[in-house]
DNA sequence: ATTAATGCAAAATCTTTGCACTTTC
DNA sequence: GAAAGTGCAAAGATTTTGCATTAAT
């Protein structure tokens, strides 16, 4: 097994992965769309995102983008189900990459977030929803802080 | 007991009771933010307000305040622990008047926000904080839409 | 009197939009 | 070459700020 082989048929080739992504979900490749798509998806591992971090990003990898198609590139995104949107402070809409149902660390201090898998939260007890109501979803956010009181017990 | 002495003893008394409130706190009870606490904290049960639906609600009670005291007193209030900040949609700061820790029923479609009370969510399951980190606080929301699929059953 | 709070309008953010130009199909 | 997307700058929306005026202690 060559490694050119092992290389196509295994490890992430970014440009090919986001051109199908996108066609996937009918939106036209275009070199914009493209160099968001890698950014957000083809670096492994979830990522979340404010629209200027990542007008930022790209725009550091040499790709000229302007801050308007971004928003655009990430509400269509959005709806499309490749991103999930999360506010959690105020005047910070962040875009989550992980669209799964899943919860949150946050830590207010640094304004970091971090998945937490929907499999690590379970309820023992739960309210019932308003009458002729019904839940859709449930996001559980864990606020963190520094552990300070930290002994080494 | 006659009506008169079980008014003073039992009802609220919005005027005293908001002058008592801010001064409590340490902020000067200003016609302005007397105005405000008493929509906000006298008029029974809990609220969820944005600065501008305050505004509104207190120049239609015929009280004139600018728009820019209302986000003064509505962060006052926040640091002196008398509202809590909520985030939940992108472009609205939502302040609750429960600054208990508690959870939220969201109403996506009419931005209806519920409270929960602590008492009604228990976890069966929890995952420990990043390393170096505690835990400070939780918070749940719960997205409910109408629910279209009713049975009479 | 002193000190703090208010109001206004202007500024600062973040986000969306209108329209000419460019790119994809 | 038709349809969709992009960029720019301008407009919107929400929130903050500077400073003269007004009110509370």
């Known amino acids: 097994m060559g490694t050119e082989a092992q290389t196509e048929?295994?490890?992430?080739?970014?440009?090919?992965?986001?051109?199908?992504?996108?066609?996937?979900?009918?939106?036209?490749?275009?070199?914009q769309r493209l160099a968001l798509a890698k950014t957000?998806?083809?670096?492994?591992?979830?990522r979340h995102v404010t629209a200027e971090q990542l007008h930022d990003e790209v725009m550091a990898s040499g790709v000229r983008v302007s801050l308007a198609t971004v928003y655009n590139a990430l509400h269509q995104f959005t709806e499309n189900g490749l991103l999930r949107e999360l506010?959690?402070?105020?005047?910070?809409?962040?875009?989550?990459?992980?669209?799964v149902p899943h919860h949150h660390f946050y830590e207010a201090a640094t304004g970091r977030l971090e998945d937490v898998d929907a499999a690590e939260v379970?309820?023992?007890?739960l309210p019932p929803p308003?009458?002729?109501m019904r839940v859709k979803g449930v996001h559980v956010i864990l606020y963190i802080e520094r552990d300070t009181a930290r002994a080494a017990a």
Chains 1, 2 share one sequence.
């Open 9 to 31: 048929s295994q490890a992430i080739r970014p440009y090919a992965a986001s051109l199908e992504l996108l066609r996937k979900v009918g939106l036209r490749p275009t070199r």
């Open 40 to 46: 957000l998806f083809m670096e492994g591992g979830h």
């Open 87 to 99: 506010v959690i402070e105020p005047g910070h809409v962040y875009f989550d990459t992980n669209v």
């Open 122 to 125: 379970d309820f023992s007890r």
């Open 130 to 132: 308003p009458a002729g």
